[in-house]
């Protein structure tokens, strides 16, 4: 199968789940508790919007999250830099590579369920 990059980027997938994930991530900077579940509702969202096959929503989703954690993760850098200072930034930018693993898997995953949630209701319609 043949990968389109033209239909991976059309449409408003990527800038809207990108903003969804800055809301995210830099509104509940503090509660870290609510951010794997709000992100995974992203990625649900991702897949619905975004649900032309699977590989494309996969790597819709994928591009998505990874700017959108990069985009996030600067603002995050900037804050903390100011608020509380160089050495809490510089132990951010360490424990960042590990989040953005997580991050992308959580999204993947998320847009995974949301294209097979779409699929069903299209199913039940017919």
Same mark, same amino acid.
């Given at each position: 199968?043949?990968?389109?990059?033209?239909?991976?980027?059309?449409?408003?997938?990527? &800038?809207?789940?990108?903003?969804?994930?800055?809301?995210?991530?830099?509104?509940?900077?503090?509660?870290?508790?609510?951010?794997? &579940?709000?992100?995974?509702? %992203?990625?649900? %969202?991702?897949?619905?919007?975004?649900?032309?096959?699977?590989?494309?929503?996969?790597?819709?989703?994928? %591009?998505?999250?990874?700017?959108?954690?990069?985009?996030?993760?600067?603002?995050?850098?900037?804050? %903390?830099?100011?608020?509380?200072?160089?050495?809490?930034?510089?132990?951010?930018?360490?424990?960042?590579?590990?989040?953005?693993?997580?991050?992308?898997?959580?999204?993947?995953?998320?847009?995974?369920?949301?294209?097979?949630?779409?699929?069903?209701?299209?199913?039940?319609?017919?």
């Amino acid at each position: 199968m043949k990968i389109n990059i033209k239909n991976i980027f059309s449409g408003k997938t990527i &800038p809207l789940t990108i903003l969804m994930i800055i809301a995210t991530s830099t509104l509940l900077d503090q509660d870290s508790t609510l951010i794997l &579940p709000l992100l995974l509702f %992203v990625g649900i %969202v991702c897949g619905i919007i975004k649900h032309d096959s699977m590989t494309y929503t996969l790597i819709t989703a994928f %591009v998505a999250f990874m700017l959108g954690f990069i985009l996030s993760f600067i603002i995050s850098l900037i804050s %903390v830099y100011y608020i509380e200072g160089g050495l809490y930034a510089i132990a951010l930018i360490q424990s960042s590579l590990v989040y953005l693993i997580l991050y992308i898997f959580v999204g993947c995953l998320g847009s995974s369920l949301g294209f097979h949630i779409i699929n069903e209701l299209y199913e039940l319609k017919q």
